[in-house]
């Protein structure tokens, strides 16, 4: 099943930005800022990956993220934003704090772009 939804993006104020959005056709990755070459590319994948990724998503409990992690003592570095949508939604700001098991998440969106 694809995403209703699906828009990712994360980074900072010296590092530049990232993103992941589902145009309803393809995901459109992009890069930009110090930390990237600015680059935009185009990704299509299976409803096998899509699948694959969404079960990923209910093995790691993002569905139960909260829909904020912030840590209000730094004053400038990295933003998350997390909205994706098949059965059930994340919907997940972050500011300084990760969600449980955030990098196994990412991991999951390397194997969904293609990016492993």
């Known amino acids: 099943m694809k995403p209703r939804k699906f828009q990712f993006e994360m980074g900072g104020f010296h ?4 993103s992941l959005r ?6 459109v990755h992009d890069a930009w800022g ?3 070459a600015d680059s935009r590319k185009k990704i299509q994948p299976s409803l096998q990956q899509w699948g694959n990724f969404e079960r990923g998503l209910q093995e790691i409990g993002a569905y139960d993220w909260k829909r ?3 840590d209000e003592m730094v004053l400038d570095g990295e933003n998350i934003e997390i909205w994706i949508t098949f ?3 994340i919907k997940c700001s972050c500011y300084h704090q990760e969600p449980p098991n955030f990098e196994l998440f990412l991991d999951l969106l390397e194997v969904l772009s293609g990016n492993q």
């Open 34 to 36: 110090p930390a990237f």
């Open 68 to 70: 904020e992690y912030s």
């Open 87 to 89: 059965r059930r939604r």
């Open 22 to 27: 589902w145009d309803g056709t393809q995901l």
């Open 15 to 18: 590092s530049g930005r990232y």
